[in-house]
């Protein structure tokens, strides 16, 4: 049973620039959340997708914003890129909801951005 | 304010050793508690779930306990590989329909 795939594991980008990040599920599973992983902060919450309906999203800058498909992957965007946004981008996929469903990480898609 | 807190921050020990690592959350109201383990550059993989009524749970050499009542929950490492040197996080879930909250994690490295 194939795992959760982040594309791409690594990229660079220079201030201002967007990036879009992808996701893909176990297949079977309806919901996909992602997180943002920064030394400083840990693990913070972005928002979680379930069935295509954004179901909760955290306290981050509307520059961020996420969609899902039908056939449930999921992508990020991230507008006009700052040099706090580098981090490890974590993905996360589970059967029911993130409160209650055990999640499935993804390896997470490195951003750099200078 | 819901948090979680753990504690050590890091923690250094000898393969083959014992070690405890602390979660305290102040979520409210209380719907599970999970343990992951991070690699170096991997995804986090869960270890454990607990709800209110579960106590301790054990996955292998992992042994997770929750008091619901002080709202503290320990992971317990037993006979330590040097592939369990890692990261640490404890998560716990409010309602359904809020965030997780995490907690920043117990970096434990297991030297020979």
């Known amino acids: 049973k194939a795992g959760v795939t982040q594309t791409p594991r690594y990229l660079i980008k220079t201030r201002g620039q967007q990036v879009t990040l992808s996701c893909s599920p176990i297949s079977g599973h309806r919901s996909v959340s992602w997180y943002q992983q920064t030394p400083g902060q840990g693990l913070q919450f972005l928002f979680e997708?379930?069935?295509?309906?954004?179901?909760n999203k955290g306290n981050f800058p509307g520059r961020f914003s996420g969609r899902q498909f039908s056939n449930s992957r999921s992508e990020m965007n991230v507008s006009t890129l700052e040099l706090g946004d580098s981090a490890l981008y974590l993905c996360?996929?589970?059967?029911?909801?993130?409160?209650?469903?055990?999640?499935?990480f993804g390896e997470g898609s490195r951003l750099t951005v200078l | 304010k819901n948090q979680v807190e753990q504690s050590p921050q890091s923690l250094i020990i000898l393969e083959g050793k014992n070690c405890t690592l602390q979660?305290?959350?102040?979520?409210?109201?209380?719907?599970?508690l999970r343990w992951y383990k991070q690699d170096t550059g991997r995804g986090p993989v869960s270890l454990t779930i607990?709800?209110?009524?579960?106590n301790t749970k054990s996955n292998g050499r992992y042994t997770a306990t929750l008091d619901a009542d002080t709202k503290q929950s320990s992971l317990h490492i037993t006979a330590s590989q040097l592939s369990d040197s890692a990261s640490y996080i404890c998560v716990v879930s409010a309602q359904a329909g809020t965030a997780l909250i995490f907690g920043k994690g117990t970096t434990l490295s297991v030297s020979s």
């Open positions: 979660c305290n959350y102040t979520v409210s109201p209380f719907s599970n």
């Open positions: 996360a996929s589970s059967l029911g909801h993130q409160n209650t469903g055990e999640l499935f």
């Open positions: 997708y379930f069935s295509e309906t954004q179901r």
């Open positions: 607990m709800t209110f009524s579960e």
